[in-house]
């Protein structure tokens, strides 16, 4: 066994930061067991259900925006507990609601925790991960979300076969549907317990001026290494006598932009452009214009996010072996494989079905294989990787900053993607729809091909240096 660093303990505290991931997940999937439910008890239209579902990602937006920038000015522990009771406020705040407006309020809280969590764990995990198992460990970030998302499938199904529906009385004289959202509060204890214990991120307390502290936490994580060096190794990556800003962002030489940030952002907004959260948002809508019955589309659901679950698993043994952008080219070409498929056997399916389709049994399986072939690419490249990359990628002055806008554009992304599904389903059809998703998998492909750097096995210091140098010679290439 390795005893360059302490194994244990490294997993223990990225284990906790993770958790923040799993409340991502599990507040992502609980909605889909109550929206009927909801639309029932609040007497809302179709129109104000819609904004009820979204409007989480709304907050995310906020949330990752403002958590980055917080946690390079207030240290990452602080923000993540924040978070954790945020989790908390809006699950009791969601179970207890009388009407949208109320309602909304605390989805928007959660949305703002599920946005931090998004950032705050990756980046939490890559600054106490040693760089030869950095991959592996920020990859729980994306497993405890599909666990999470799995769980809350499997909650809401749960309480809703003891009481018969959501809509049915429980326990207490409460409805169903607020005990799926009270279910969250268990797992966003935990979290908030484990996040006492931990210490704060290293790099942020050198970043304070806070080398003493600094130099102990790295000491439980890397009992082998000479601190003194390694403080001063973190100290040359940041530019001392300058607070953390958002508009740090900007290059103080150029005014530009950072040519990493244009990466990130890339990074960010393609994961959702090819479609992921269409496939787990409205998975019944494809699974019943494959043929299926309703019951048998909550068992797709199931499936499918088992097989997230297996092939994240795949991304944790192959991330730090193979390395992060190879992981990116074969899932962008997977993706955008799968996708084409699904969109063929749409386009040529003759209408007439209970959604506007027939698919005859060979085009029905065909699509259920392609769709969970197309889920199990990303869950083994973009859905962990993307993550890890904006945790790591970035320099040790402008991560936090980085990060904020990186990640409000990955929930923007997701909102938009949200949203547009239905209007393009109804004024396009299923084949084009994803034929459209099947495109941005082309260009995510090239995008890496052409701009993303590998990672694997460089300190964060290693990377905040490469990433200072490739930024340098991008910008003399434009002056040039």
């Given at each position: 066994?390795?005893?360059?660093?302490?194994?244990?303990?490294?997993?223990l505290?990225?284990?906790?930061?993770?958790?923040?991931?799993?409340?991502?997940?599990?507040?992502?999937?609980?909605?889909?067991?109550?929206?009927?439910?909801?639309?029932?008890?609040?007497?809302?239209?179709?129109?104000?259900?819609?904004?009820?579902?979204?409007?989480?990602?709304?907050?995310?937006?906020?949330?990752a925006?403002?958590?980055?920038?917080?946690?390079?000015?207030?240290?990452?522990?602080?923000?993540?507990?924040?978070?954790?009771?945020?989790?908390?406020?809006?699950?009791?705040?969601?179970?207890?609601?009388?009407?949208?407006?109320?309602?909304?309020?605390?989805?928007?809280?959660?949305?703002?925790?599920?946005?931090?969590?998004?950032?705050?764990?990756?980046?939490?995990?890559?600054?106490?991960?040693?760089?030869?198992?950095?991959?592996?460990?920020?990859?729980?970030q994306?497993?405890?979300?599909?666990?999470?998302?799995?769980?809350?499938?499997?909650?809401?199904?749960?309480?809703?076969?003891?009481?018969?529906?959501?809509?049915?009385?429980?326990?207490?004289?409460?409805q169903?549907?607020?005990?799926?959202?009270?279910?969250?509060?268990?797992?966003?204890?935990?979290?908030?317990?484990?996040?006492?214990?931990?210490?704060?991120?290293?790099?942020?307390?050198?970043?304070?001026?806070?080398?003493?502290?600094?130099?102990?936490?790295?000491?439980?994580?890397?009992?082998?290494?000479?601190?003194?060096?390694?403080?001063?190794?973190?100290?040359?990556?940041?530019?001392?006598?300058?607070?953390?800003?958002?508009?740090?962002?900007?290059?103080?030489?150029?005014?530009?932009?950072?040519?990493?940030i244009?990466?990130?952002?890339?990074?960010?907004?393609?994961?959702?452009?090819?479609?992921?959260n269409?496939?787990?948002?409205?998975?019944?809508t494809?699974?019943?214009?494959?043929?299926?019955?309703?019951?048998?589309?909550?068992?797709?659901?199931?499936?499918?996010?088992?097989?997230?679950?297996?092939?994240?698993?795949?991304?944790?043994?192959?991330?730090?072996?193979?390395?992060?952008?190879?992981?990116?080219?074969?899932?962008?070409?997977?993706?955008?494989?799968?996708?084409?498929?699904?969109?063929?056997?749409?386009?040529?399916?003759?209408?007439?079905?209970?959604?506007?389709?027939?698919?005859?049994?060979?085009?029905g399986?065909?699509?259920?294989?392609?769709?969970?072939?197309?889920?199990?690419?990303?869950?083994?490249?973009?859905?962990?990787?993307?993550?890890?990359?904006?945790?790591?990628?970035?320099?040790?002055?402008?991560?936090?900053?980085?990060l904020?806008?990186?990640?409000?554009?990955?929930?923007?992304?997701?909102?938009?993607?949200?949203?547009?599904?239905?209007?393009?389903?109804?004024?396009?059809?299923?084949?084009?729809?994803?034929?459209?998703?099947?495109?941005?998998?082309?260009?995510?492909?090239?995008?890496?091909?052409?701009?993303?750097?590998?990672?694997?096995?460089?300190?964060?210091?290693?990377?905040?240096?490469?990433?200072?140098?490739?930024?340098?010679?991008?910008?003399?290439?434009?002056?040039?």
């Amino acid at each position: 066994m390795d005893k360059s660093y302490n194994v244990s303990r490294v997993i223990l505290l990225s284990t906790a930061a993770a958790l923040g991931g799993f409340l991502f997940g599990f507040d992502s999937g609980v909605i889909n067991g109550t929206v009927d439910a909801i639309q029932l008890a609040f007497g809302s239209d179709s129109a104000g259900t819609g904004f009820n579902v979204a409007s989480v990602l709304l907050g995310a937006m906020v949330g990752a925006f403002f958590a980055g920038n917080l946690a390079d000015k207030f240290g990452r522990k602080p923000i993540m507990i924040s978070t954790a009771l945020a989790f908390i406020v809006s699950a009791w705040g969601s179970g207890i609601s009388g009407g949208s407006i109320e309602f909304v309020i605390y989805r928007l809280i959660g949305g703002m925790a599920m946005g931090a969590a998004s950032i705050l764990a990756p980046a939490y995990i890559s600054e106490i991960a040693p760089s030869k198992v950095r991959g592996r460990l920020a990859t729980l970030q994306q497993l405890m979300i599909v666990i999470g998302l799995f769980m809350a499938f499997m909650s809401n199904y749960w309480l809703a076969g003891l009481s018969g529906g959501a809509t049915e009385v429980l326990w207490g004289g409460f409805q169903t549907w607020r005990w799926m959202f009270w279910a969250e509060i268990i797992p966003a204890s935990v979290f908030f317990v484990s996040l006492l214990a931990i210490p704060e991120s290293p790099r942020y307390l050198v970043a304070a001026g806070k080398v003493e502290e600094a130099g102990k936490v790295l000491k439980g994580i890397l009992p082998k290494i000479n601190i003194r060096e390694k403080v001063a190794d973190i100290e040359s990556t940041l530019q001392q006598g300058i607070k953390p800003k958002l508009k740090n962002i900007y290059d103080s030489y150029s005014g530009k932009v950072h040519p990493l940030i244009w990466v990130g952002l890339g990074l960010a907004i393609l994961q959702q452009f090819t479609g992921i959260n269409v496939i787990f948002y409205y998975g019944a809508t494809l699974w019943k214009s494959a043929g299926f019955t309703e019951g048998d589309a909550l068992l797709q659901n199931v499936i499918s996010g088992s097989v997230n679950i297996f092939f994240t698993f795949v991304a944790i043994m192959l991330i730090d072996k193979v390395g992060r952008k190879p992981l990116l080219l074969v899932g962008s070409l997977g993706q955008a494989v799968m996708l084409g498929v699904m969109a063929y056997v749409f386009s040529i399916a003759p209408s007439g079905g209970p959604d506007g389709l027939s698919l005859n049994p060979t085009q029905g399986m065909i699509a259920l294989l392609a769709a969970n072939t197309y889920i199990a690419f990303f869950a083994f490249s973009w859905g962990p990787v993307m993550w890890v990359m904006l945790g790591e990628m970035f320099p040790n002055h402008y991560r936090g900053a980085a990060l904020a806008v990186c990640g409000m554009a990955q929930w923007g992304a997701n909102f938009v993607i949200t949203i547009s599904f239905p209007v393009l389903l109804s004024n396009l059809g299923l084949g084009i729809s994803y034929g459209i998703y099947a495109f941005f998998g082309v260009v995510a492909y090239f995008f890496v091909k052409k701009f993303v750097d590998e990672t694997k096995g460089l300190s964060l210091e290693d990377i905040s240096r490469g990433g200072a140098q490739k930024g340098q010679a991008l910008e003399k290439n434009v002056v040039d």
